[in-house]
Structures are given as C-alpha cells and as structure tokens.
C-alpha cells in the first residue's frame, strides 16, 4: 500500500472586530504553487491545500495560505482578521440583501455512516455558515475504475467510521455541536476519485500548529491501523 497523501480544505470567516463580513469578491480565485488554492466560498475563506505526506508539509502549506489570506485581507481593512469559528451568523438585514444566488449554499452532497446521502439544509434565508475543516486521504495514483466503484464506496464507508475515532474530528464546543446538527454528521465522507474526504470536522483543528501536527499524525495513524486499504 502506498502511504497516504493528506490535505485540507478549510473554511474561515472575516471578522471586523464587531461582526462577520461576508467574504464575496475579496479574495480573486488563486493557485499558489506547491502551496493550495485560495477562494471565495459560502460567504467565507476557504483554504485548501496541496497534497503532502508529513505533517510538518501540511502545516507549512496551510500556513502559508493563511498568511497570504491574511495579508489579502488587512490592505482592504486593516480590521480584518480570518477567524477559526464553526458557525458564524451574519447580520439578517445585509444578509438579505445578498444576491440570491450568494444566499444558496454550495455543497457537495456527503454521506453518514450508513451510506445514505445526507440532506443538504436550505440556508437561503438563514444567515447562518459553518466553518469545516475537511480532510482527505488519497492513497491511488490512478482514478477509480468504474467497476470497483462501489467497492471503493463500501472501503470509504468503512473507513471513515474509524477515522471518526480520531479525537479531531468529534465536536466539542456547543458552537461545534450547533454546526454538527448541520453538517459534519458522524462519521460523514465523500468517496473521492484517489481516496477519501472526511468531512466531518470543523475548522476548530486548524486553529495551531500542535493541534494540525496533531491532526495529520492521527489521522495517519488511524488510517494503517484500519487494514481496510490494502
């Protein structure tokens, strides 16, 4: 088996210090090399990076998207700051004066740990977002043939039921909890053409360095341990 590749997609928010300003059109869509992407996504920030296979490599490279976000954000206002937050409630009034097509969350649709596809909640006309912080594990270097396709289902469902005994990826604070009624459900994954995405977590994990470090070596951990990819 080839060790695992692991990277993030991790949402945060901007915050002026009072409230939460929506992130539409502050960041253009861009690719740093050897780095991740940074984009505009559900009225916050999100972060994603590329693949690495040591936690130190992760750690590095979400830094570094960070760092460039942040700097992003302080030439527009210096009042802004990103903010590791679950859920964020935006104000109802500018809210409503979003673009509907602003207001309409953008998810890729996820299962539980029956394997059922999980109901994507319609926050058009809450002003409620959370904050995730999924990670995946790609462990193919060529795609899923459409054969095994179900098969690779099956070991992802598997799998994330035991990558969910990671202690990062359970919700602990009550706005983690709030989040976890919405999204994040247990256990919760998406099969992907290499490997797997977890989606589960917030982006609470992400908030320092120990904590990612922390992270990646759990999640690796539970990941040989499991014996389900061979």
Request: proline letters at 6%; one cysteine or more.
């Amino acid at each position: 088996m080839n060790k695992p590749r692991a990277k993030t997609k991790v949402k945060l928010f901007v915050w002026d210090g009072v409230k939460y300003i929506p992130a539409i059109g502050l960041f253009p869509y861009q690719y740093i090399e050897d780095v991740g992407f940074i984009r505009c996504r559900d009225l916050g920030v999100e972060l994603e990076t590329d693949l690495c296979i040591t936690s130190t490599g992760l750690t590095n490279r979400y830094e570094k998207l960070h760092d460039i976000a942040s700097k992003i954000l302080k030439s527009i206002n210096s009042r802004y700051t990103l903010v590791n937050h679950p859920v964020a409630s935006f104000d109802k009034h500018s809210f409503k004066d979003l673009p509907k097509e602003e207001r309409v969350v953008s998810y890729e649709p996820s299962f539980d740990e029956e394997g059922n596809m999980i109901e994507i909640p319609d926050l058009s006309l809450e002003p409620l977002r959370f904050g995730g912080g999924h990670y995946t594990l790609q462990w193919l270097n060529q795609e899923v043939p459409e054969k095994l396709t179900l098969d690779h289902f099956n070991n992802c469902n598997a799998l994330a039921k035991k990558l969910a005994q990671s202690p990062f990826t359970q919700p602990r604070t009550l706005l983690e909890k709030w989040r976890h009624r919405y999204f994040g459900h247990s256990s919760s994954f998406r099969p992907t053409k290499y490997g797997i995405e977890i989606t589960s977590p917030s982006n609470s994990w992400a908030r320092t360095r120990n904590i990612r470090e922390g992270m990646f070596n759990s999640m690796d951990s539970l990941f040989n341990k499991s014996g389900i990819i061979k």
